[in-house]
Each structure stands twice: as C-alpha cells, then as structure tokens.
C-alpha cells in the first residue's frame, strides 16, 4: 500500500470520517436518503480491511468488517484508491471504467451523494489532520 | 453478406409507386449502415439543390447491421436528409421496435422521395410495400393517429408517425416511432410532412437474423448482454432513467440554466433529478427492442395542473428542455411539456430551447407583447408555454407560432443582430442540454465540428469527459479534466470516429460504454463479415466523417462554420465552471491538423480523401 503502513490504519481514517460526515446536518441527511447497507470492501489489501455503513431505517450507523446482513451495495477496491477517492482525488466514474472500482448492487443512493464528495474530502483532510496523518493528506 | 438483408425500399409517393433495389455490396462495409450508409445513398441518388422540403427531397430511413440481433442497444437507426432547419445535411437517431422489424420485413432501409396527392400512409410487411391514401389520419395528433393504426393494421405492427408539426411544416418537426420514440433533431418530420407521408407501418412475419458468424456472434452478445445488465452505470439509468444523474450534472456546471445564462440552481438539481421522476411518478420502466437497460419512463400524474394519463415520460434532455432551461423545476410540467411535443410531433430540444430563446428575447425587450400576441412571456412559467405557445407552434399560430416554428435561428434573423447574441447553437442546430463550460470543453468542439450541428450524440465527447470511456487499444488512455482543453483535439478525432461508427451501425451510446473497441471489431466481425481489424474498422468511422463534411461543403458550409455561439464560450458567471474560459479556438486549429482539415475549405485534402477510398464520392459530390 501506498498510503497505509497496515490494514487497520485506513479502516481507523474511514470510520473516524464517516462519524464526523455525520455531525454535519446536511452530509447526515443526505446520508439517511440512500437508505442501504454499503459494504466498502477493501479486503485486497488485507482480510480485515473493510468497514461497512447502514444508511437504512433513517439512522447512520458505521463499523468495521463485513457487515452479517446482505448488503445492497458493495464497493470493492484497493485502500489506496479509497483513500484517493476520499479525498476527492480520483473521478469515481473514471475508477468504475477502468475497474479500479468494482461495484456490486444498486448504486442510485450513492450517486446522490456524489456531488457532495468535497465537502466529504474537507472532513476527509480534517480527520487525517486530527489523526495525526497530515503527511497521507493528498495535495 | 450477412447481418443486413441487401435490400432497400424505394418508394414515389408522387407516382406512388414502391419498388426494392439492392445497394452495391461494398457500400455496407465502408459506409456501415444508418447514418453513413443513408449519407453514401443519397450522393447517389440525391439532389444537392432540392429544397429539403420540395417533393424532390429525399428522406431515408436507415438500419444498422444489428437491428434484429438480440443485443442491449442494437435496435436504433437513422433517419437523414436535407435538414429544413439548418439546410445541410442531417441525421438523426431513434431507438424504439421500428428497425428490427424493417429488417425482418427484408428491409435495410427506405428513400422516400416525392409528394403524394393526398395524406397516405406507407404500408410495409414481408418484402412488400405499398402506398395507400389516409387523409382521415391527417391532422390528427401522434397518439390518436398511431392507436388508429395500430387498430387497422395490428397491435404488433410498428409505426412511424408525425404530428400535426410536421404537417404544418414547423422546421423542428420530429418523426415518433409508436408514441414515444423520436427521431427529434433536425426537422425531419417537416422532411416527412411536405411529402403528404403521415406515418409508415411495418410488420414482419419472419423474425431470423443471420449473421456471418451464428455461433461467435451468439457467445459474444451473450457476454455483452450480461455486462450491460450487470453495469453499474446502466442499472442506475435502469432505476432511474437518463436523467438519473442530472442532479450530479447540476454540481458540474453541465445541466444548462434559462437560456444557458447561468451554471447553477441548487434547488432545481433534486427536484427534476431521475429519482424523483421514479419517486413522484414512474408508473414502470420501458425498453427498446432487446435492451435490458429499460431506461424509457411510463408515467402518470394523476391530479394537479399537469395531469397526464399513464404513458410515455421524460427523458433527461425534455426535463431540461422544458425545466431549468426556461427558468422552471416543475418536474410534473416537463412531464406534460414532453407528452404534448410528442402527441405535437416536435423536438423537445429545439422547442424547449426556441421557446427560451423567446424568454430571453421578451426580457431584453427584442421582442414585446405584440409578437407574442398579448402574451406576457415571463421565466418559468411553463402554463403558458404548455397552454399557448407549444400549439402556436405547431400550427403556426399568431405572430408568436409563426416567428417560433422555424427554430431560434430563424427566429433571431427576423428579429435583428441583438437577438442572435443569446442563440445558443451551433450549424443552426439548437445546443442539447448540456452546457461545455461544465459538461466538458471537448463538448464545445465536437458540438462545432459536428455536421449536423451543436449535437451531443454525434460523438460520445461527454461520456470520454466524464471518464466512462477507456479504449487504450486505439491510444485513448486519457484522464480527461472536462474543464481543460488538455488532449480534448486528440480524444475529439476518435470520438468524431467512434460517433460515427456508432450512428452508422445504430448503436445506443450508453450500453455501448459496456463495449470495448476490440469488441466492437468482433461484433461487425461475426455478424457482417467484414473481416476487420481495428485500424479497419476506425478507418470507416473516420471515412463516414469525412463524407458528411463533404456533403456539407456542398451545401455551402465552410471551416468558419465549425463553431459555437458565444454564449457558450463565455466563462460561466456560477457554478463549478465559474470564469473558466474555454480555449475553443486552440482546441479547434488542433484538430483541424490531426484530421487534415483545409483552414478555409473544412474539407480533407485529395490525399486524405484517396487515403480514405473518398474519391469517387469527392468527386460526385464537388463537381456541382
């Protein structure tokens, strides 16, 4: 991995950042509106690298690892990418294309969410700041 | 040769009468088919000085060498002629159930040449055809007029049909295939209307295809059927139709705003985007022949100012057309606006943009309450447009119906040098919705160097610029920035190449995206036989570009025509694209060089032409 020394640190960055794109009242609604089970599958780079958030039922909950339920969503790709798609840095449809990205079920909600990508990419920058990974942020 | 049945139909509907003549076979693997094989027709059979709306103008209907192949967006084909709105040469594309039943009635095509006596209809089943007369059918709106046939000749027949626009005459008529399916762009319905050709009914008994290779053919679109079904980007147009993604459109600045004045309006990107069309009114889905993408909309709207019955809905360029484009987000508006354009026979694109071209023209005063008989023509308000200015035009109604019914251009003409500065256009073509400054500076080219105009399916520009297209087999590895003219000459001349080869083989651009170019060779390959490596098969689309600039240089279009209004380059004042300038002219000289194009002429030179096997089709169509 480019940006990451193991697994564990970009699941940590994901997941830090979801729950701050939640206390932003405008990223949470937009969030309760997709309303699925996203898988964010990044088991390439590591067998626990994922994470998952459940966007159904009008709340937003995130955690680490596969979730038990079938996702109606799954996004599979490097941490890497993730990390450059997080910050805004790489075109998702350009991603898909080229099968850097691999998507499996609806992805309607998130193209909602898709113009919202950098606000998502301030936080983004923000939560490696506080985590003490200025250094991974992406110029 | 396989693929395609080696027939065309002529039919006199002054002499009224019909007959099958059989192009020569070299025609099909350079020139293809729709598009390009009615292009190559027409220098052979067509008159460069008709009128295109004199009885000697010929207006053909062509098919691909897919039509009636069970592939997800096989089933299109094109329709060309003379535009009577631009005056040179045009085409344009219609998806629908027509063409693979004109190939199974033993069809690759229709002329249609002369003026019959009275409204008639062509009437085509297994290797026949025949002229009868209708007049009851005239005047009639597309819906009633195509249950009406349906009633006489069948449920399963397939129609074409114009509306009251095209009878009249209106420049921006369209042609629908059985309600809901448009040829809309460039006027060909008025083509069909001056020809006394109310509609053409087709029904095939048969339903084989043969191609070259059965068993290649049958692997490879079975692998194709299931990638479109399975993409990502097709099943999100599935759910929710073209306009699935207007909502993103409007963040990058690409979805056009009154008149193209500005980039931005938040508050209209959810409320016409494609999921609330599905949430507030899709009744179901809809699907050409054999595509699983469905992305055509049944809706209903069952109270309200705008209630329509459940029928065909909006896709993604009407719910601009008649939205943010006039200063409205009504999407239950855009819902009626296109069902009556449809049942009307007008583009929804040249009405929409004509009509907020007129906005415009009454807020800067160009022109006032007299020439819009009484009428105050204000944003937004999209009643008077449904209830007054759209039937103007298609009866060319008052001052208003008759200044409109020639297109924007025309209209500006009239009016005077202030008005044409808010045209937004290009080769007389009103621009789709989709605005470069945002969707892609590239766009900004191939609208401009388009032969039929400011046109979006000429190429797929758009879909390279938002990264839906890799083809690194023929060098297109590119990580386009949309807001930068950075390699967009070098994308443009394969995309003018790949937009060609799609119109010619009347594929659909969006499952096409699924496709990846040595696909595409295999699939002419194992259906046509036409024996092609890449080179070849690039070589033909570039070959069909260069015989429509050809035919366009006769018409009197020169390289000072490959341009855009001005509005379109100038920076936008919101939005993502704010203040950034297109460097159109930079990117135009460019391309020029890569395709040899002469500065003046906007022709290739002889060595091109000779390189391309153009020379006997040059010399045809200069020496008038």
């Known amino acids: 991995m480019e940006f990451w020394k193991d697994e564990t640190e970009p699941i940590k960055a994901f997941i830090e950042l979801f729950n701050r794109a939640k206390q932003d009242a405008e990223l949470y609604e937009g969030l309760k509106k997709v309303n699925q089970l996203i898988w964010f ?30 996702p109606n969503l799954i996004m599979s790709l490097s941490a890497d990418d993730a ?45 490696l700041k506080d985590l003490g990974w200025e250094n991974k942020i992406i110029p | 040769m396989k693929g395609s049945t080696g027939h065309f139909l002529y039919v006199d509907l002054s002499d009224g009468l019909t007959n099958s003549f059989c192009p020569p076979i070299d025609y099909y693997s350079r020139f293809i088919g729709g598009s390009g094989f009615a292009a190559r027709l027409f220098v052979e059979r067509g008159n460069f000085e008709a009128d295109p709306l004199d009885p000697e103008a010929l207006l053909t209907f062509s098919l691909g060498p897919f039509a009636g ?11 060309a002629a003379c535009s009577p709105l631009t005056g040179h040469w045009a ?17 690759d095509g229709i002329l ?31 819906e009633k007029a195509t249950a009406t046939l349906k009633q006489k000749f069948g449920k399963a027949s397939k129609t074409l049909v114009i509306g009251p626009a095209g009878e009249n005459l209106v420049k921006f008529a369209c042609i629908m295939n059985d309600g809901h399916s448009a040829f809309g762009r460039t006027g060909l319905g008025a083509v069909m209307g001056s020809k006394g050709l109310k509609a053409i009914v087709v029904r095939a008994k048969d339903r084989n295809f043969l191609a070259e290779d059965p068993m290649a053919c049958r692997k490879l679109v079975s692998e194709l059927n299931s990638r479109i079904k399975e993409s990502v980007t097709l099943s999100v147009m599935r759910e929710n139709g073209t306009a699935a993604n207007l909502e993103g459109g409007v963040h990058l600045g690409d979805v056009p705003i009154r008149n193209f004045t500005s980039n931005f309006w938040e508050e209209m990107a959810e409320a016409l985007t494609g999921s609330t069309l599905s949430e507030k009114y899709l009744k179901r889905r809809a699907n050409c022949d054999f595509c699983s993408v469905a992305c055509k909309r049944i809706v209903e709207i069952t109270q309200g100012p705008f209630a329509i019955p459940k029928g065909p809905g909006p896709e993604y360029e009407t719910i601009v057309s008649f939205g943010s484009l006039i200063g409205s987000m009504d999407l239950a508006a855009t819902c009626k606006a296109g069902r009556i354009c449809n049942d009307l026979g007008m583009d929804t694109i040249s009405s929409g943009a004509t009509i907020a071209w007129a906005l415009e023209a009454f807020e800067n005063g160009d022109i006032g309450v007299k020439e819009c ?49 808010y045209n937004v256009q290009a080769k007389g073509l009103e621009a789709p919705m989709h605005d470069p400054r945002g969707g892609g500076h590239g766009l900004a080219l191939t609208y401009a160097v388009s032969h039929r105009g400011a046109c ?14 890799y083809y690194p087999e023929v060098g297109f590895d590119y990580e386009l920035d949309p807001l930068s003219s950075e390699n967009k000459a070098e994308s443009a001349v394969l995309a003018m190449a790949l937009g060609a080869l799609e119109n010619s083989a009347c594929l659909c651009q ?16 194992s259906v046509a036989g036409f024996n092609w490596d890449i080179h070849d098969m690039i070589k033909a689309g570039r070959r069909i570009f260069y015989l429509q600039r050809l035919m366009n240089h006769r018409y009197g279009l020169r390289a000072e025509d490959d341009k855009i209004s001005s509005r379109l380059l100038t920076p936008a004042v919101d939005g993502a694209p704010a203040g950034i300038v297109i460097e159109f002219e930079k990117m135009r000289t460019k391309f020029y060089n890569l395709m040899d194009l002469n500065p003046e002429t906007g022709i290739p030179s002889r060595k091109t032409l000779v390189d391309y096997n153009l020379e006997i089709e040059a010399d045809i169509i200069l020496k008038g």
């Open chain 1, 41 to 70: 599958d990044y088991t390439e780079d590591g067998p626990n690298c994922s994470f998952f958030v459940d966007c159904r039922g009008g709340e937003v909950r995130v955690s680490p690892g596969k979730p038990s339920d079938q």
């Open chain 1, 83 to 127: 990390h450059r798609s997080w910050s805004n840095k790489l075109n998702p449809v350009m991603a898909i294309t080229r099968r850097k990205i691999r998507v499996k079920g609806s992805a309607t909600g998130l193209l909602k969410l898709a113009p919202k990508l950098k606000k998502v990419a301030i936080i983004y920058n923000d939560t």
């Open chain 2, 69 to 79: 192949l069970n592939l997800s967006g096989a089933s299109r084909f094109s329709a």
């Open chain 2, 91 to 107: 085409d344009s594309s219609c998806g629908g159930n027509f063409a693979p039943e004109l190939k199974f009635a033993g069809f």
């Open chain 2, 112 to 142: 249609v040449s002369g003026k019959a006596k009275k409204p008639s209809v062509l009437v085509i089943s297994d290797h026949t055809a025949k002229i009868e007369t209708y007049p009851e059918l005239w005047g009639l709106g597309v």
């Open chain 2, 373 to 421: 008989d009484g009428i105050q023509l204000k944003w937004g308000d999209i009643n008077t447009i449904i209830d007054h200015i759209l039937p103007s035009i298609a009866y060319k109604k008052g001052n208003l119906g008759s200044l409109l019914s020639d297109g924007s251009v025309a209209a500006a003409k009239k009016i005077g040098p202030s008005s044409q500065d």
């Open chain 2, 456 to 469: 979006h399916v000429s190429s797929p520009m758009l879909f390279m610029e938002m990264g839906a297209c």
């Open chain 2, 510 to 525: 969006f499952a096409d995206r699924e496709i990846s170019i040595p696909e595409w060779v295999a699939l002419f390959n």
